[in-house]
């Protein structure tokens, strides 16, 4: 069952071909891969960006204030009318993330979009729902952006406290706004540039910092709907 309410701290970093290629000749020594990653093939990640008619989440976030906050409709790959998906508020103080998820049927979700109507879902979280509502009206939010993508993913052996996701293919568009649509767009990372996070409730393990320091591989404030709006304004 997919976890609906976490805080964790969540550190990006950029990637060449050559340090994932590292990363991943080791990683086996100290993580396990991801279920969805059958026969260590990336899954695919699909998601809706809403925002206000004026991108204000978008604006605020750019600013680096020291809370930000931003809500997504996520789907894992192509999904039809029937299937379930997530809706998530993602905010974060700090550099430490708080995420909260409820379930909906995808065309329960366009429906919301467009009426404000909640449809019964007996897998919604009524609490985490009535919250993104409250936002979502306060600011008037709709879908803005649709952004797609790749990933790898891993969780420390005997600890589900340290997560790695390395991310490849980010595509976005902001026509077709829809996740029975399928994944295309103008790429958002140059070729040979992989997108990694570390995620953890607590410190990261000692051999993840050593891999960093020896690769000299330094954090960066990436985000994907950020470099998404800074290349949206430039084609203006």
């Known amino acids: 069952m997919a976890i609906e309410v976490f805080n964790r701290r969540e550190i990006k970093y950029m ?7 590292a990363l991943l000749a080791i990683i086996g020594n100290y993580m396990d ?5 059958k026969d260590g093939k990336p899954y695919s990640i699909c998601n809706l960006y809403l925002d206000t008619s004026a991108n204000e989440l978008i604006r605020k976030s750019l600013e680096k204030p020291a809370f930000k906050e931003k809500i997504r409709l996520r789907s894992y790959g192509t999904v039809q009318l029937s299937d379930n998906v997530f809706l998530e508020s993602k905010k974060k103080f700090d550099s430490v993330v708080n995420k909260r998820r409820t379930t909906f049927k995808l065309e329960d979700a366009y429906n919301y979009f467009e009426t404000g109507e909640i449809r019964d879902n007996p897998k919604m979280n009524a609490q985490v729902m009535k919250e ?4 979502m009206h306060f600011y008037d939010l709709k879908p803005k952006v649709f952004i797609s993508y790749d990933r790898l993913a891993f969780f420390e052996k005997n600890n589900s406290d340290f ?3 390395i991310d490849r293919n980010i595509q976005t568009r902001r026509t077709d706004l829809r996740l029975d649509s399928p994944a295309y767009g103008t790429q958002l990372l ?4 992989w997108l990694m996070e570390a995620k953890a409730f607590k410190a990261f393990p000692l051999w993840f910092v050593h891999f ?8 960066t404030s990436f985000s ?3 470099a998404e709006y800074k290349n949206f304004l430039q084609s203006k």
């Not at 960093?212 to 954090?219: D, N, P, T």
């Open 15 to 21: 990637l060449t071909d050559e340090d994932k290629d």
């Open 33 to 37: 891969s991801d279920p969805f990653n």
């Open 132 to 135: 993104i509502d409250y936002i």
């Open 163 to 165: 997560r790695l996701t």
């Open 190 to 193: 140059k070729e040979g540039q």
């Open 212 to 219: 960093l320091s020896s690769r000299k591989i330094f954090s």
């Open 224 to 226: 994907k709907y950020g």
